[in-house]
C-alpha cells in the first residue's frame, strides 16, 4: 500500500516561515490535501489539489508538490497555527483506498 | 452552516457491536460521498469506509472489510456505521466526514469507541 512520509515535529518562531513535508513514491504525480488539527478538535481543510484553498483559509497557507514531495507552506506563522497537520492523498492503485501521512506536529517557539 | 453531528459511541466489550450516525445539515446530504475517518488515541488519521450519494458503491479498508457496514438514508440526512466484532484496535474516535471528489471538506466533532473488557 501506498506510503506517505511526514517529520514528526517542526519547530517556528512567530512571523517566520514553516514548511512540512510530505514523502511519497512518485507523489507529484498525485494530487495532495492537508489538514489541519488542534488539540481536541476535529480535521479542517486548509489545502486540496496540491494547492488551492478553501474558503475562509487565510493567504499564508500554500502548498506545492512535485517528484516525491509535497510541502504545505506556512508564512508568518502565527500562535494559532500551533496544531497538527496531516497530508492525504487518494491512491488509485487499489480499492478506494484513501492513504494519510503520519502527521507532523507544528509548535510556534 | 454545514454541520455533521456523529452519536452512538461508547465502550463495548471485544466481539460486541455498536452503531454509529451522523447527522447532516446545512448542505445537499444527497449530493455527496460520505466516509468515516477514524483516529486511534494519540495517534493519526485512518479512512474507515465510504459510501456513494445513493449507496449503490461502498468501500472499505481493508482490517474493517467484513465486520463494519456503512449506510445512509438521504431521507433522514443521515449517515450509519454499524461496527461488529469489535476488537481492542478499533478503538478510536469515529469522524463523519463528507467527501468532495477525494478529499474530505468537511467533518464532525466525533464520537469516541471503546473497545476493552
Known amino acids: 500500500s501506498y506510503v506517505l512520509t511526514q517529520p514528526p515535529s517542526v519547530s517556528v518562531a512567530p512571523g517566520k516561515t514553516a514548511r512540512i513535508t510530505c514523502g511519497g513514491n512518485n507523489i507529484g504525480s498525485k494530487s495532495v490535501h492537508w489538514y489541519q488539527q488542534k488539540p481536541g478538535q476535529a480535521p479542517v481543510l486548509v489545502i486540496y489539489?496540491?494547492?488551492d484553498r478553501p474558503s475562509g483559509i487565510p493567504e499564508r497557507f500554500s502548498g506545492s508538490n512535485s517528484g516525491n514531495t509535497a510541502t504545505l507552506t506556512i508564512s508568518r506563522v502565527e500562535a494559532g497555527d500551533e496544531a497538527d497537520y496531516y497530508c492525504q492523498v487518494w491512491d488509485s492503485s487499489s480499492d478506494h483506498n484513501y492513504v494519510f501521512g503520519t502527521g507532523t506536529k507544528v509548535t510556534v517557539l | 452552516e454545514v454541520q455533521l453531528v456523529e452519536s452512538g459511541g461508547g465502550l463495548v466489550q471485544p466481539g460486541g457491536s455498536l452503531r454509529l450516525s451522523c447527522a447532516a445539515s446545512?448542505?445537499?446530504?444527497?449530493?455527496?460521498?460520505m466516509s468515516w475517518v477514524r483516529q486511534a488515541p494519540g495517534k493519526g488519521l485512518e479512512w474507515v469506509a465510504n459510501i456513494k450519494q445513493d449507496g449503490s458503491e461502498k468501500y472499505y479498508v481493508d482490517s474493517v472489510k467484513g465486520r463494519f457496514t456503512i449506510s445512509r438514508d438521504n431521507a433522514k440526512n443521515s449517515l450509519y456505521l454499524q461496527m461488529n466484532s469489535l476488537r481492542a484496535e478499533d478503538t478510536a474516535v469515529y469522524y463523519c466526514a463528507s467527501q468532495d471528489d477525494v478529499y474530505f471538506d468537511y467533518w464532525g466533532q466525533g464520537t469516541l469507541v471503546t473497545v476493552s473488557s
Open positions: 489539489y496540491d494547492s
Open positions: 446545512g448542505f445537499t446530504f444527497s449530493s455527496y460521498w
